[in-house]
T-cell receptor
Framework: DAGVIQSPRHEVTEMGQEVTLRCKPISGHDYLFWYRQTMMRGLELLIYFNNNVPIDDSGMPEDRFSAKMPNASFSTLKIQPSEPRDSAVYFC??????????????FGPGTRLLVL | KQEVTQIPAALSVPEGENLVLNCSFT??????LQWFRQDPGKGLTSLLL?????REQTSGRLNASLDKSSGRSTLYIAASQPGDSATYLC?????????????FGAGTQVVVTP
Protein backbone atom coordinates (compact mmCIF):
# COMPACT_ATOMS: atom_id res chain seq x y z
CA ASP A 1 0.00 0.00 0.00
CA ALA A 2 1.23 3.54 -0.72
CA GLY A 3 0.36 4.74 2.76
CA VAL A 4 -1.64 7.85 3.52
CA ILE A 5 -1.45 10.30 0.63
CA GLN A 6 -1.81 14.03 1.08
CA SER A 7 -1.88 16.83 -1.46
CA PRO A 8 -0.59 19.35 -2.00
CA ARG A 9 2.67 18.92 -0.09
CA HIS A 10 3.22 22.66 0.06
CA GLU A 11 0.76 25.52 -0.30
CA VAL A 12 1.45 29.23 -0.27
CA THR A 13 -1.55 31.51 -0.44
CA GLU A 14 -2.63 35.00 0.42
CA MET A 15 -4.83 35.94 3.31
CA GLY A 16 -8.49 35.67 2.44
CA GLN A 17 -8.08 32.92 -0.12
CA GLU A 18 -9.72 29.53 0.12
CA VAL A 19 -7.43 26.58 0.82
CA THR A 20 -8.34 22.95 0.25
CA LEU A 21 -6.21 20.12 1.59
CA ARG A 22 -6.75 16.57 0.41
CA CYS A 23 -6.18 13.16 1.92
CA LYS A 24 -6.44 9.58 0.75
CA PRO A 25 -6.35 7.14 3.67
CA ILE A 26 -4.95 3.63 3.62
CA SER A 27 -7.40 1.29 1.93
CA GLY A 28 -9.55 -0.57 4.44
CA HIS A 29 -8.99 1.81 7.31
CA ASP A 30 -12.19 3.00 8.97
CA TYR A 31 -10.87 6.00 10.91
CA LEU A 32 -9.47 9.22 9.46
CA PHE A 33 -7.93 12.06 11.45
CA TRP A 34 -6.91 15.62 10.60
CA TYR A 35 -4.18 17.23 12.74
CA ARG A 36 -2.43 20.57 12.76
CA GLN A 37 1.14 21.01 14.00
CA THR A 38 2.80 24.28 14.99
CA MET A 39 5.82 25.10 17.08
CA MET A 40 3.68 26.94 19.62
CA ARG A 41 0.86 24.45 20.07
CA GLY A 42 2.39 21.15 19.02
CA LEU A 43 0.18 18.52 17.40
CA GLU A 44 -3.54 19.21 17.69
CA LEU A 45 -6.41 17.00 16.57
CA LEU A 46 -8.86 19.01 14.49
CA ILE A 47 -11.50 16.44 13.53
CA TYR A 48 -11.86 12.73 12.96
CA PHE A 49 -14.19 10.45 11.06
CA ASN A 50 -15.34 6.88 11.53
CA ASN A 51 -16.77 5.15 8.47
CA ASN A 52 -16.97 8.55 6.73
CA VAL A 53 -19.03 10.11 9.55
CA PRO A 54 -17.54 12.99 11.59
CA ILE A 55 -17.25 11.85 15.21
CA ASP A 56 -15.54 14.71 16.98
CA ASP A 57 -14.90 18.15 15.52
CA SER A 58 -14.25 19.90 18.82
CA GLY A 59 -10.71 20.71 17.72
CA MET A 60 -11.76 22.69 14.68
CA PRO A 61 -10.68 26.22 15.57
CA GLU A 62 -13.35 28.29 13.86
CA ASP A 63 -16.18 28.21 11.39
CA ARG A 64 -13.63 29.04 8.74
CA PHE A 65 -12.53 25.40 8.92
CA SER A 66 -14.61 22.59 7.49
CA ALA A 67 -13.91 18.95 6.67
CA LYS A 68 -15.70 16.37 4.58
CA MET A 69 -15.32 12.70 3.83
CA PRO A 70 -17.58 11.89 0.88
CA ASN A 71 -16.33 8.31 0.64
CA ALA A 72 -13.95 5.89 2.30
CA SER A 73 -11.01 6.85 0.12
CA PHE A 74 -11.07 10.65 0.18
CA SER A 75 -11.29 13.53 2.63
CA THR A 76 -10.84 17.28 2.40
CA LEU A 77 -10.05 19.99 4.90
CA LYS A 78 -11.06 23.46 3.76
CA ILE A 79 -10.14 26.84 5.18
CA GLN A 80 -12.20 29.78 3.95
CA PRO A 81 -11.09 32.52 4.30
CA SER A 82 -7.52 31.72 5.25
CA GLU A 83 -5.54 33.86 7.72
CA PRO A 84 -1.80 34.08 8.48
CA ARG A 85 -2.33 32.32 11.83
CA ASP A 86 -3.50 29.24 9.93
CA SER A 87 0.07 28.70 8.75
CA ALA A 88 1.08 25.25 9.97
CA VAL A 89 1.70 21.70 8.86
CA TYR A 90 -1.54 19.77 8.43
CA PHE A 91 -1.41 16.01 8.78
CA CYS A 92 -3.91 13.38 7.83
CA UNK A 93 -3.79 9.96 9.52
CA UNK A 94 -5.82 6.78 9.25
CA UNK A 95 -6.28 3.70 11.39
CA UNK A 96 -8.30 0.53 11.69
CA UNK A 97 -10.35 -0.68 14.61
CA UNK A 98 -10.05 -4.41 15.15
CA UNK A 99 -11.26 -6.90 17.73
CA UNK A 100 -8.10 -6.12 19.69
CA UNK A 101 -9.04 -2.47 19.80
CA UNK A 102 -7.70 0.56 18.04
CA UNK A 103 -4.64 -0.09 15.92
CA UNK A 104 -1.93 2.48 15.48
CA UNK A 105 -2.47 5.56 13.36
CA UNK A 106 -0.58 5.92 10.08
CA PHE A 107 0.33 9.47 9.18
CA GLY A 108 0.69 11.09 5.81
CA PRO A 109 3.66 13.33 4.94
CA GLY A 110 1.72 16.48 5.72
CA THR A 111 0.82 19.67 3.87
CA ARG A 112 2.92 22.68 4.78
CA LEU A 113 0.64 25.73 4.56
CA LEU A 114 1.87 29.31 4.51
CA VAL A 115 -0.68 32.10 4.47
CA LEU A 116 0.81 35.49 3.64
CA LYS B 1 -8.63 17.11 30.97
CA GLN B 2 -5.81 14.74 30.03
CA GLU B 3 -2.38 16.33 29.84
CA VAL B 4 0.64 14.57 28.38
CA THR B 5 4.11 15.84 29.28
CA GLN B 6 7.47 14.85 27.89
CA ILE B 7 10.69 15.68 29.64
CA PRO B 8 13.30 16.64 28.59
CA ALA B 9 12.31 18.70 25.56
CA ALA B 10 15.69 18.03 23.98
CA LEU B 11 18.46 15.54 24.51
CA SER B 12 21.91 15.05 23.00
CA VAL B 13 23.97 11.90 23.49
CA PRO B 14 27.08 10.39 21.91
CA GLU B 15 26.64 7.38 19.69
CA GLY B 16 26.47 4.11 21.59
CA GLU B 17 24.84 5.47 24.71
CA ASN B 18 21.40 4.27 25.77
CA LEU B 19 18.54 6.74 25.42
CA VAL B 20 15.83 7.16 28.04
CA LEU B 21 12.79 9.23 27.12
CA ASN B 22 10.03 10.00 29.58
CA CYS B 23 6.31 10.56 29.16
CA SER B 24 3.79 11.33 31.88
CA PHE B 25 0.00 11.66 31.74
CA THR B 26 -2.44 13.01 34.29
CA UNK B 27 -5.43 10.69 33.86
CA UNK B 28 -4.68 6.98 34.25
CA UNK B 29 -7.91 5.92 32.53
CA UNK B 30 -6.20 5.27 29.23
CA UNK B 31 -6.89 2.64 26.59
CA UNK B 32 -3.34 2.55 25.23
CA LEU B 33 -0.16 4.57 24.92
CA GLN B 34 1.81 4.96 21.74
CA TRP B 35 5.28 6.18 20.88
CA PHE B 36 5.94 7.88 17.56
CA ARG B 37 9.01 9.15 15.78
CA GLN B 38 9.04 12.27 13.61
CA ASP B 39 11.90 13.16 11.29
CA PRO B 40 12.30 16.81 10.20
CA GLY B 41 9.77 17.74 7.55
CA LYS B 42 8.09 14.35 7.71
CA GLY B 43 5.00 12.78 9.21
CA LEU B 44 4.88 10.62 12.31
CA THR B 45 5.88 6.97 12.29
CA SER B 46 4.53 4.61 14.92
CA LEU B 47 7.19 2.83 16.97
CA LEU B 48 5.37 0.98 19.73
CA LEU B 49 1.82 0.65 21.03
CA UNK B 50 1.22 -0.54 24.59
CA UNK B 51 -2.28 -1.62 25.53
CA UNK B 52 -3.45 -0.58 29.00
CA UNK B 53 -3.30 -4.21 30.17
CA UNK B 54 0.36 -4.51 29.19
CA ARG B 55 3.43 -3.31 31.03
CA GLU B 56 5.89 -3.16 28.17
CA GLN B 57 6.50 -3.66 24.49
CA THR B 58 9.74 -4.37 22.66
CA SER B 59 10.86 -3.97 19.08
CA GLY B 60 14.51 -4.46 18.27
CA ARG B 61 16.55 -1.90 20.20
CA LEU B 62 13.39 -0.20 21.45
CA ASN B 63 11.61 -1.00 24.68
CA ALA B 64 8.69 0.92 26.11
CA SER B 65 7.26 0.46 29.58
CA LEU B 66 3.92 1.59 30.96
CA ASP B 67 2.93 2.24 34.56
CA LYS B 68 -0.69 3.33 34.52
CA SER B 69 -0.98 3.83 38.25
CA SER B 70 1.80 6.40 38.29
CA GLY B 71 0.90 7.86 34.91
CA ARG B 72 4.27 7.20 33.31
CA SER B 73 5.83 5.60 30.29
CA THR B 74 9.48 5.31 29.38
CA LEU B 75 11.00 4.63 25.97
CA TYR B 76 14.44 3.04 26.03
CA ILE B 77 16.62 2.99 22.94
CA ALA B 78 19.66 0.78 23.34
CA ALA B 79 23.04 1.55 21.79
CA SER B 80 21.93 4.74 20.08
CA GLN B 81 22.97 5.52 16.51
CA PRO B 82 23.06 8.79 14.54
CA GLY B 83 20.05 7.50 12.60
CA ASP B 84 18.04 7.63 15.85
CA SER B 85 18.19 11.43 15.73
CA ALA B 86 14.57 12.61 15.52
CA THR B 87 11.73 13.93 17.65
CA TYR B 88 9.94 11.29 19.71
CA LEU B 89 6.32 11.83 20.71
CA CYS B 90 4.13 9.86 23.04
CA UNK B 91 0.35 9.83 22.84
CA UNK B 92 -2.44 8.35 24.94
CA UNK B 93 -5.82 7.10 23.82
CA UNK B 94 -8.37 7.64 26.57
CA UNK B 95 -11.17 5.29 27.60
CA UNK B 96 -13.93 7.69 26.69
CA UNK B 97 -16.58 7.75 24.03
CA UNK B 98 -13.97 9.19 21.69
CA UNK B 99 -12.37 5.94 20.56
CA UNK B 100 -9.28 6.55 18.52
CA UNK B 101 -8.69 10.08 19.77
CA UNK B 102 -5.05 10.59 20.75
CA UNK B 103 -3.64 13.21 23.10
CA PHE B 104 -0.02 13.98 22.19
CA GLY B 105 2.90 15.24 24.23
CA ALA B 106 5.10 18.01 22.85
CA GLY B 107 7.91 15.59 22.06
CA THR B 108 11.58 15.11 22.93
CA GLN B 109 14.07 16.16 20.27
CA VAL B 110 16.99 13.72 20.22
CA VAL B 111 20.40 14.25 18.66
CA VAL B 112 22.87 11.36 18.57
CA THR B 113 26.37 12.58 17.76
CA PRO B 114 28.86 10.32 15.95
Amino acid sequence: DAGVIQSPRHEVTEMGQEVTLRCKPISGHDYLFWYRQTMMRGLELLIYFNNNVPIDDSGMPEDRFSAKMPNASFSTLKIQPSEPRDSAVYFCASSLRTDRGQETQYFGPGTRLLVL
Amino acid sequence: KQEVTQIPAALSVPEGENLVLNCSFTDSAIYNLQWFRQDPGKGLTSLLLIQSSQREQTSGRLNASLDKSSGRSTLYIAASQPGDSATYLCAVEETTDSWGKLQFGAGTQVVVTP
